[in-house]
Nanobody, 123 residues
Framework: QVQLVESGGGLVQAGDSLRLSCVAS????????MGWFRQAPGKEREVVAT????????YYSDSVKGRFEIDRDNAKSTLYLQMDSLNAEDTAVYYC????????????????WGQGTQVTVSS
């Protein structure tokens, strides 16, 4: 098991940027594929972006492609999500997640989750 703690959320205006961080502990992060997911009120949790164990392969949902960037620093056991050009539809609780070895876009395939960080974008 790996423990995950997100930070960096907040209240911003449309067009602003935020950078989320997720610090891992308990296991070597390099053994885990990582993902950012989000859940808005009344909606199911959805994938935002994923990244392979060493960062060579990334995936972005269509709704964030070109605006968000996922990155990781295994030496610092930290996952990042740079979010630019935020809009009201990005308002949600953002979660980081980890699973052994290979990436996936389905939330059910991840067995390690952080507690989430709230991102609110006012229009």
């Amino acid at each position: 098991q790996v423990q995950l703690v997100e930070s960096g959320g907040g209240l911003v205006q449309a067009g602003d940027s935020l950078r989320l961080s997720c610090v891992a502990s308990g296991r070597a992060l390099s053994n885990y594929a990582m993902g950012w997911f989000r859940q808005a009120p009344g909606k199911e949790r959805e994938v935002v972006a994923t990244i392979s164990t060493r960062g060579g392969t990334t995936y972005y949902s269509d709704s964030v492609k070109g605006r968000f960037e996922i990155d990781r620093d295994n030496a610092k056991s930290t996952l990042y999500l740079q979010m630019d050009s935020l809009n009201a539809e990005d308002t949600a609780v953002y979660y980081c997640a980890a699973r052994r070895l290979t990436t996936a876009t389905l939330a059910d395939l991840y067995d390690n989750w952080g507690q989430g960080t709230q991102v609110t974008v006012s229009s």
